[in-house]
């Protein structure tokens, strides 16, 4: 399983552009990157989804670059809702082994 | 309507006590987790289910015990409960079956052993 390493916490101020950055320098070719939120005494929730280059949804961008050894979530201008932990992780598609998310990095908005 | 849902969702007990977390999923799902939380926030896999098959079987206590009786339920049981249990567990689904699939995660369940 492809290790990952996040900065532990980052802070940012509402509206402004958050990137997040993941690496992962043992990918292997069948991998895909998914990230998740996970706000305090809930679950996680996926948020996007990548294989390789760029792929938006309506709520974040994911950008990959080609060596697929780091990928980075960037968040839109931020408001206080996006205050919380988010994940990175590397998985094989139908992949068995073992996982652990790490400890992510904890994304503090201030107004 | 709730996805995920897990009971309950604080757990207090003593040490030596026999207890049991409750998962239900209504997403038609084939693939079912349990996640361990800890105090450092590690999220770590400790079972997953295909279909009603044990898939994963993580280096995780023979106290605990999943059952999984349909495809839609997967419930894990704990003997002898120890002071390191105490952690928040995670019960989540995915419609394939591996990690790169998006997984939808229940509320969690506090468990704190005294």
């Known amino acids: 399983l492809a290790k990952t390493t996040q900065p532990i916490s980052m802070d940012s101020y509402e509206g402004q552009e958050v990137n997040i950055t993941c690496s992962h320098n043992?990918?292997?070719?069948?991998?895909?990157i998914t990230w998740y939120q996970q706000f305090p005494s809930q679950g996680p929730r996926f948020i996007i989804q990548?294989?390789?280059t760029k792929v938006t949804n309506e709520v974040a961008s994911l950008f990959i670059p080609a060596d697929r050894k780091s990928s980075t979530l960037s968040l839109p201008r931020v408001s206080l809702s996006d205050t919380a932990v988010y994940y990175c992780?590397?998985?094989?598609?139908?992949?068995?082994?073992?996982?652990?998310f790490g400890s992510g990095t904890r994304l503090q908005v201030q107004p | 309507d709730t996805a995920v849902s897990q009971t309950p969702k604080y757990l207090v007990t003593q040490m030596g006590n026999d207890k049991s977390i409750k998962c239900e999923q209504n997403?038609?799902?084939?693939?079912m987790y349990w996640y361990k939380q800890d105090s450092k926030k590690f999220l770590k896999i400790m079972f997953s289910?295909?279909?009603?098959?044990?898939?994963i079987n993580e280096t995780v206590p023979n106290r605990f015990s999943p059952k999984s009786p349909d495809k839609a339920h997967l419930n894990l049981h704990i003997n002898s409960l120890e002071l390191g249990d105490s952690a928040v567990y995670f019960c989540?689904?995915?419609?394939?079956?591996?990690?790169?699939?998006?997984?939808?995660f229940g509320p969690g369940t506090r468990l704190t052993v005294t």
């Open positions: 043992n990918i292997a070719t069948n991998d895909y």
């Open positions: 289910y295909n279909n009603k098959e044990l898939i």
């Open positions: 989540a689904s995915s419609q394939g079956e591996g990690f790169s699939y998006e997984q939808y």
């Open positions: 990548g294989y390789k």
């Open positions: 992780l590397v998985a094989t598609r139908g992949g068995r082994r073992a996982l652990t």
């Open positions: 997403l038609g799902h084939d693939t």
